[in-house]
């Protein structure tokens, strides 16, 4: 009990050191993390007809394997981004592909999150948690990538390159 307590004070103090801020986010009866008035996206624009030109929204950004060692679970079950036209994306993985829709919904954490696009870049801002297992607290993201023709690409310590596709992958 003691050793938990001081591991999830060390992590807490880690975080708060590092500058990044932490949200309580409390799950609802589904089980599904909701967004509240103290943790919402910062992203509030919708995307211009000159954004929507670079991003396809009517297709599938499927995770595609290169760039990088990915092991054999990840080559499974790659992710999934669906840009909308109001700024959100959703992000799901293959092998769970819509198996959560009925209770999920854009205020979710677990549905994706909010983007931008300034001419060939992207911006997802999304929420994740501040550790492994279940926790209330929850921290913001934003990671960019560049579009290439077809192609997201994302460097946030790990490459991960997304194609744009109008169908899915087989299971």
């Known amino acids: 009990m003691v050793t938990k307590f001081f591991s999830m004070f060390s992590i807490l103090a880690f975080l708060y050191s590092s500058g990044q801020k932490l949200y309580k986010i409390e799950k609802n009866q589904f089980g599904e993390p909701l967004l509240n008035n103290e943790a919402k996206y910062s992203f509030k624009e919708k995307p211009t007809e ?32 669906i840009f909308h036209n109001d700024g959100f994306f959703k992000n799901e993985s293959l092998m769970y592909f819509r198996k959560f829709d009925e209770h999920r919904g854009k205020n979710s954490v677990y549905y994706g999150g909010k983007y931008r696009i300034k001419n060939n870049e992207i911006f997802i801002e999304e929420f994740l948690p501040a ?6 607290w929850y921290t913001r993201r934003i990671t960019n990538g560049k579009i290439d023709g077809n192609k997201i ?11 744009k596709r109008k169908n899915l992958p087989a299971k």
């Open 50 to 81: 000159e954004d929507l030109k670079t991003i396809d929204t009517t297709a599938y950004y499927v995770q595609v394997f290169e760039g990088r060692y990915y092991n054999e679970e990840e080559m499974k079950n790659p992710r999934i981004i």
């Open 131 to 136: 550790s492994q297992g279940k926790t209330k």
């Open 153 to 163: 690409i994302f460097n946030d310590g790990l490459i991960s390159i997304f194609e």
